[in-house]
Nanobody
Framework: QVQLVESGGGLVQAGGSLRLSCAAS????????IGWYRQAPGNAREFVAT???????NYKDSVKGRFTISRDNAKNTVALEMNSLRPEDTAVYYC??????????WGQGTQVTVSS
């Protein structure tokens, strides 16, 4: 079992920055991939960025160059640094962890609102 708790969401003006953090607990050594997804009202949940246990990263095209994902294995945290935020980045952001046998765990989400 893995538990995930997100923090750092909020309201920011377009062009601003926010840093999201996800704290993992439980069987953290079993995490293979951890990352961020988001869901805007009326839309399906979508991939934003992931990082593997080896440090390989992957980003949604529209956030490349603006968002940076990082992982601190010693602290069992993963962060998402978001710069040059746009109104279309407004969504609930969820932390996700994938462990062995493709089991997936989700956090409760944190709201990010970007005003124009």
């Amino acid at each position: 079992q893995v538990q995930l708790v997100e923090s750092g969401g909020g309201l920011v003006q377009a062009g601003g920055s926010l840093r999201l953090s996800c704290a993992a607990s439980g069987s953290t050594s079993s995490i293979l991939v951890i990352g961020w997804y988001r869901q805007a009202p009326g839309n399906a949940r979508e991939f934003v960025a992931t990082i593997t246990s080896g440090g390989s990263t992957n980003y949604k095209d529209s956030v490349k160059g603006r968002f940076t994902i990082s992982r601190d294995n010693a602290k069992n945290t993963v962060a998402l640094e978001m710069n040059s935020l746009r109104p279309e980045d407004t969504a609930v952001y969820y932390c996700n962890a994938i462990v062995q046998f493709a089991r997936s765990y989700w956090g409760q989400g944190t709201q990010v609102t970007v005003s124009s």
